[in-house]
């Protein structure tokens, strides 16, 4: 017999009905208290004297049932049970059995949401058909010796379990169809009703090819026919709807198999997944329309995981200079980054991961073909591959930075010849006015050092005025190239150049070593069409003079003999004056 609680005498009545049941049933009532267990479950956990009914179902389960229960998986599902994190379960469990064996069992749990039972749990463990066999239970005639009361009240019981389990049935968010092998429908459900817009009355016994189509019908009909071993199968189909209109539905049937092993047809569960093919086709779309968007972007984009490259766009591969993505996916980005920034790339990583805002930062990269470019970009959190991942996005910025150091350097000629102009306005002293234009040029134009030699129209040679930088064992050097190498600045007022890059075969190449620079220029400084000297700048590490670079060293040659000729006529003047007093001294005396 079972034991039911006192207080639920709606349950109580269904008493042989439970115990009648090839399964163990536990019906837990809306106060978490054990409303119910059957013969089965008693036997199945080898309960002998059992006093459950009314008690707390925490502690019976706790105390009875999980001892019996193997493996962390099962013990784990009846505790989201238990603490009611899931309103419904399966799952399968092995069960210790009272003769010292074990068994595996599938558990399922359902929640009663209406009419008088509704809040309470129903647990039931059926024996797992393919892995252990069913226990058998001796069954109970109730027909033999019974009187006609007896059997009326049975028939009751029976007739108001129907109703009980009807009452379910039909209130279930999943449609629910019996299908004979023929392929006709013997019962529907209101739920299956609705989904195939079809009344019950014309559902039930209306053949499954009035809602499938000719290709899902025959895949369904040989199924039918054979099905296998008899196992759940799933299928993913369209049914037509009586406005003919699709819906996209998820069926699981099971076969129903007769006690002589025949299969008599099929228990099938509807579920409606339009909303969720809908929502499925847009994520769809929208991956789609942002692969697109990344592929056809002009910037570069890029994904890395923890320090390692998983995607890169077109427009990346092209600014790294790879002609396909195998030659940077799987490399660390860092690889790629100048060491300088390296810091700066990590630390920035680390915050995109941690959700914080980074701006943009220009920074340089190395190519594939070792060359450097500078590029703007910024990173920010996302997922790849279900894993936290940094998006970069960036762009060449090589060309702009170059435009800057040109503007820079134009600026920085602009201002060189602007304090050589004031430096010759302030002061009319030949000596002071030289070294100074002399170390404007080499502080604003980077040199690493120079000289200004002027010529002595008596001797015919040129004479030392200023320097800075340059090894005194080459003065007399320097006299002799301005005789040889660069005698077109003296004679003809050309501007000199020895460069390493361009002179290295040339014959006068050995002379950029014998004074140190990698690059030498004679600027000559023209006074009235008169060469009134030169001026000397070399550079240590530069390998060649640019063309803005000797237009601005010409345009500085040109400022100087400006200065050095208002100095002249500074000192004409002066000359004149003192004539011009001495003059009016005689007159007046």
């Not at 603490?83 to 399922?108: K, M, Q």
């Not at 994904?303 to 890169?312: E, L, M």
């Not at 070792?370 to 940094?390: N, V």
Request: hydrophobic fraction near 40%.
């Amino acid at each position: 017999m079972h034991d039911c609680a006192p207080v639920h005498g709606d349950i109580s009545v269904l008493e042989n009905i439970f115990d009648a049941l090839d399964e163990g049933l536990l019906v837990i009532d809306s106060a978490n208290r054990v409303a119910c267990t059957n013969n089965h479950l008693r036997h199945l956990f080898g309960i002998v004297h059992d006093t459950s009914a009314g008690t707390d179902a925490d502690r019976f389960i706790f105390q009875t049932l999980m001892p019996r229960i193997s493996g962390e998986p099962g013990r784990t599902e009846f505790a989201a049970i238990l603490s009611n994190r899931v309103p419904a379960a399966d799952f399968l469990c092995t069960v210790r059995l009272s003769d010292g064996g074990e068994g595996r069992f599938h558990c399922s749990c359902r929640v009663v949401h209406a009419g008088k039972f509704r809040g309470s749990r129903i647990i039931r463990f059926s024996p797992d058909m393919g892995l252990v066999p069913a226990f058998k239970i001796q069954p109970y005639n109730y027909g033999r010796g019974m009187d006609g009361a007896k059997r009326r009240r049975i028939e009751e019981i029976l007739s108001e379990s129907e109703e009980r389990y009807r009452f379910l049935v039909e209130n279930l968010n999943e449609g629910i169809a019996l299908v004979d092998r023929e392929g006709v429908v013997v019962f529907a459900n209101q739920r299956a009703a609705e989904i195939v817009d079809y009344p019950i009355t014309r559902t039930i016994g209306a053949p499954i090819s009035k809602f499938i189509d000719e290709v899902n019908v025959r895949c369904l009909e040989g199924y039918l026919q054979d099905p296998g071993q008899g196992g759940r199968v799933i299928f993913e189909i369209d049914l037509i709807r009586g406005d003919g209109s699709c819906i996209h539905t998820l069926i699981a049937t099971t076969p129903i198999i007769d006690a002589g092993g025949t299969c008599r047809g099929f228990l099938a569960g509807i579920q409606d997944i339009t909303l969720l093919k809908q929502m499925e086709a847009q994520l769809r779309e929208s991956e789609e329309k942002y692969r697109s968007l990344v592929e056809l972007s002009a910037e570069a984009t890029l994904i890395h995981q923890n320090g390692i490259i998983t995607y890169i766009n077109p427009a990346g591969r092209r600014l790294l200079g790879a002609q396909d993505p195998g030659a940077i996916v799987g490399k660390k980005i860092l690889d790629f980054i100048h060491p300088e920034f390296q810091d700066l790339v990590i630390s920035f990583t680390t915050k995109d991961l941690q959700g914080e805002e980074t701006p943009l930062i220009e920074l340089p990269i190395r190519r594939l073909d070792g060359t450097t470019i500078f590029i703007e970009g910024r990173g920010t959190r996302t997922h790849f591959a279900g894993k936290p991942a940094i998006q970069t996005i960036a762009r060449d910025i090589t060309h702009r930075k170059q435009a800057e150091e040109q503007l820079q350097a134009r600026n920085r000629h602009l201002l060189l010849l602007n304090r050589i102009i004031g430096t010759s306005a302030s002061t009319h002293l030949p000596g002071e006015l030289l070294e100074t234009a002399l170390n404007q040029t080499l502080d604003l134009l980077d040199y690493d050092g120079g000289a200004i030699y002027c010529l002595d129209s008596n001797r015919g040679k040129a004479a030392l005025r200023c320097w800075r930088n340059m090894p005194d064992a080459c003065s007399g050097l320097i006299e002799t190239t301005l005789g040889t190498t660069f005698s077109d600045a003296i004679t003809v007022g050309f501007s000199c150049y020895l460069e390493r890059d361009r002179d290295r075969d040339a014959t006068d190449s050995h002379l950029l070593k014998e004074f140190g620079f990698a690059t030498l220029a004679c600027i000559p400084l023209i006074v009235e069409s008169n060469i009134a000297g030169v001026l000397l700048v070399g550079s240590k590490e530069r390998g060649s003079f640019a063309d803005d670079e000797r237009a601005i060293l010409g345009a500085v040659g040109r400022e100087i003999g400006i200065s050095i000729l208002r100095g002249m006529l500074y000192q004409r003047l002066e000359a004149a004056n003192r004539e011009a007093n001495l003059y009016l001294d005689i007159l007046t005396h």
